[in-house]
């Protein structure tokens, strides 16, 4: 598999076991940065009565793509070229918008686009979830996530672990209310937000 994520297989099933109780009467999903596609072939055999669509960046869309035409499972749509901040996300119908651990790598304008371009996606009562790590109040949840976002800083100044209070008010300003906040293993988060129903 390229671009194989270890991290991805760790917190692959705990996610699957928030999602149970998230996608019961969901039909489509509409995943951002989908890296290797690991979380999109493991949750879409679990909910076959879901189509999944995986999306990434032009430079990382082939990998993607090698990794799921491998698998070949039913309910994975082609993958598509994604970036948050392009113009229109060229989605029909979703219901469901899922990310994992992107918006601590991608810089703040992007991590707006991703909240505007989610909030425009999503149907009357659809739901953003969003796992990875996050700040509250200006405080991290562990000592490792500290050390992690100086990491992510050294690496690329503009990525870094996100203050939940902000991404929660770029959520609100497109029309979304959250309706959970889930504590992970791995001093990570499962965020969800539901949007309006008018
Ligand atoms: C750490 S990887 C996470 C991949 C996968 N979701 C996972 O959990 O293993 C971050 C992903 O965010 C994607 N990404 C970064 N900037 C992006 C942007 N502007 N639009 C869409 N995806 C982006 C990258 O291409 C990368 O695949």
Redesign the pocket.
């Known amino acids: 598999m390229l671009n194989y994520?270890p991290?991805?297989e760790r917190n692959q099933q705990p996610i699957f076991e928030q999602l149970q109780g998230l996608l019961t009467d969901s039909r489509h999903v509409l995943e951002?940065?989908?890296?290797?596609g690991?979380?999109a072939l493991f949750f879409a055999r679990r909910f076959p009565w879901l189509s999944w669509q995986p999306t990434?960046?032009m430079m990382?869309h082939e990998a993607l793509k090698l990794n799921l035409m491998e698998e070949a499972v039913e309910n994975i749509l082609p993958p598509q070229i994604?970036?948050?901040?392009q113009a229109g996300w060229g989605v029909d119908y979703a219901d469901a918008v899922f990310?994992?651990?992107?918006l601590h790598?991608?810089g703040w304008p992007?991590v707006e686009c991703f909240f505007a371009g989610a909030g425009a996606a999503l149907e009357p009562g659809g739901q953003l979830i969003v796992y990875g790590p996050f700040r509250y109040e200006g405080d991290y949840t562990s000592a490792s996530n500290a050390e992690f976002d100086q990491w992510l800083k050294q690496r690329d100044p503009v990525s870094g672990i996100r203050d939940f209070e902000a991404v929660n008010a770029l959520a609100e300003a497109v029309g979304l209310q959250l309706s959970a906040d889930v504590t992970m293993p791995a001093n990570n988060q499962l965020l969800v937000w539901r949007k309006s129903e008018v």
């Not at 951002?32 to 290797?36: A, P």
């Open positions: 994520s991290n991805c951002v940065g989908s890296g290797s690991q979380h990434e960046l990382n994604l970036d948050v901040c990310t994992a651990n992107t790598i991608m992007q």
